[in-house]
């Protein structure tokens, strides 16, 4: 969910995967929430793994990070522009949304969940600060785990790699450690359970991708379809499984590995087919960020009104939640024109260039 600091070949299969993995968390929340609020299943409970979106979105993350910002490792006079590029990207679509659920929590109480909305914890969550309790926007808790992967990023940004390589490699093998349950933290220190927490090692996977689309190009380039096919095979059959078998699932090892091997798949297809892709599919992955940020407080809203005003009866498992999926989608797509991409152009022209004169941007 990055730009790229240096030009590069649009990789529009990616993008296309992305939009697909916002669609996923959209159905997975209404499939959730009409489950608890309605008594009703959506689509035979099929998007029941559709949180496996949110895995993508790191796996790519950390991909994008190593693909796109290699060449500023170890270079500490770049750390400034990461960082506030970074920024620019992430919270001032996130405050937007977080203050305008905020101001509806603050008009009708009765919506916030019994949400503790002290001007501390608004402050945290504004901040995406790691806390106990999730964000204000219930999806934040994703965008601090991106903040603390770029952290790490971070520092292998500003030490030279004979520095930061000791560092993160002790940082990766304590996560491994506690992903293998050799070491566990106690429950009351959050910080370090979600320092060294599971789901960062999908940031590793997509670091780990990277390398190999790098390194291994050539060598690896003939099987790309192949590869291609199995990922997604992989998920339709795991969705399946956890949908119908109620199955409980490590995502580390299984959606988090297929996604490195999609994305892997994807990079090589874009760089060396060049396949063609409908705009509309790629205007969705554009949108993917304004999606995932605007969906939640739409289901939750629409959801509470149908429970409150006792009409979940009407509230079917296909027709009515396809409608909302619908409306979600369209207005987090109207969200990024009018409101994410001119406020995100404007910003890079008067914030980002103005800063640091950077080189011409590609889009990944």
């Not at 002290?118 to 790691?130: C, D, H, T």
């Not at 003939?222 to 490590?250: D, P, Q, S, T």
């Not at 992955?285 to 809203?301: K, M, N, Q, R, V």
């Not at 797509?333 to 260039?353: A, H």
Request: aromatic residues 16%.
């Amino acid at each position: 969910m990055t730009k790229s600091s240096t030009p590069h070949k649009k990789l529009n299969l990616l993008q296309v995967y992305r939009g697909i993995a916002a669609l996923l968390v959209v159905m997975f929340h209404i499939n959730q929430m009409s489950t608890e609020r309605l008594n009703q299943v959506t689509f035979f409970n099929l998007f029941l793994a559709g949180e496996s979106g949110v895995d993508y979105f790191f796996v790519l993350s950390g991909f994008i990070m190593v693909y796109v910002h290699r060449s500023a490792i170890g270079k500490k006079d770049q750390l400034k522009s990461f960082l506030v590029k970074r920024a620019v990207r992430i919270y001032p679509i996130y405050w937007i949304i977080t203050l305008t659920v905020l101001c509806f929590f603050l008009v009708i109480p009765g919506f916030a969940n019994n949400q503790d909305l002290g001007l501390g914890y608004v402050i945290v969550s504004l901040l995406l600060i790691p806390q106990k309790d999730k964000p204000i926007l219930d999806v934040g808790w994703t965008l601090i785990y991106e903040l603390y992967f770029y952290f790490l990023f971070s520092i292998a940004i500003w030490l030279k790699p004979k520095y930061s390589v000791p560092i993160l490699s002790t940082w990766l093998f304590v996560t491994i450690l506690q992903f293998c349950k050799i070491v566990k933290f106690p429950g009351s220190l959050f910080l370090l359970n979600r320092g060294f927490g599971n789901m960062n090692l999908e940031f590793v996977w997509g670091c780990l991708a990277a390398y190999i689309v790098i390194k291994y190009n050539n060598k690896i380039g003939k099987y790309r379809w192949i590869v291609f096919g199995i990922a997604n095979l992989g998920y339709v059959i795991l969705g399946m499984l956890v949908a119908w078998r109620k199955i409980e699932i490590e995502r580390i090892t299984t959606f988090g590995l297929l996604a490195a091997l999609l994305i892997i798949a994807a990079t090589l297809i874009d760089l060396k087919d060049s396949p063609k892709i409908p705009y509309l599919l790629i205007f969705l992955g554009d949108a993917s960020y304004s999606i995932f940020l605007t969906h939640g407080p739409l289901i939750s809203a629409s959801t509470k009104i149908l429970q409150k005003a006792n009409l979940g009866k009407y509230f079917d498992g296909f027709f009515a939640p396809a409608l909302l999926a619908l409306f979600a989608v369209v207005f987090g797509c109207i969200f990024y024109s009018l409101i994410e991409k001119p406020l995100t152009v404007f910003l890079r022209q008067n914030i980002v260039e103005k800063m640091f004169h950077p080189k011409a941007e590609g889009r990944i």
